[in-house]
């Protein structure tokens, strides 16, 4: 069982990205999915989140009203949109799926992880 992350790229400041989280066995429908990123030498950080119903979202403050979270059940995806992109979000960027229902934190114990898109942007 996988996911794949993708939709990557090098992009200048103020543009737009949008990734894509597919899993190659299973149905996202029952899966919370999460987005995480990571630079080098840093801590993996939680960016957004979106429930098992749709309903539970959740977003890094740094992202809050540039990145939005979304199911695409026809694609069996979960998108990233990410829009007004800065430099700081220069990242390897990660989904995970795990069951918990709701999104509540971004500790708890993700049983799925895809392989991680570079996401650059720069001037």
């Known amino acids: 069982v996988q996911l794949q992350a993708s939709g990557g790229g090098l992009v200048q400041p103020g543009d737009s990205l949008r990734l894509s989280c597919t899993p190659s066995e299973f149905t996202l429908d029952y899966y919370t999915i999460a987005w995480f990123r990571q630079v080098p030498g840093k801590e993996r950080e939680g960016v957004s989140c979106?429930?098992?119903?749709?309903?539970?979202?959740m977003y890094a403050d740094s992202v809050k009203g540039r990145f939005t979270v979304s199911r695409d059940k026809v694609k069996n995806a979960v998108l990233l949109q990410m829009n007004s992109l800065k430099p700081e979000d220069t990242a390897v960027y990660y989904c995970?799926?795990?069951?918990?229902?709701?999104?509540?934190?971004?500790?708890?114990?993700?049983?799925?992880w895809g392989q991680g898109t570079q996401v650059t942007v720069s001037s």
């Open positions: 979106i429930g098992s119903s749709d309903t539970s979202t």
């Open positions: 995970a799926a795990g069951l918990f229902g709701t999104c509540s934190s971004w500790k708890v114990p993700y049983e799925y």
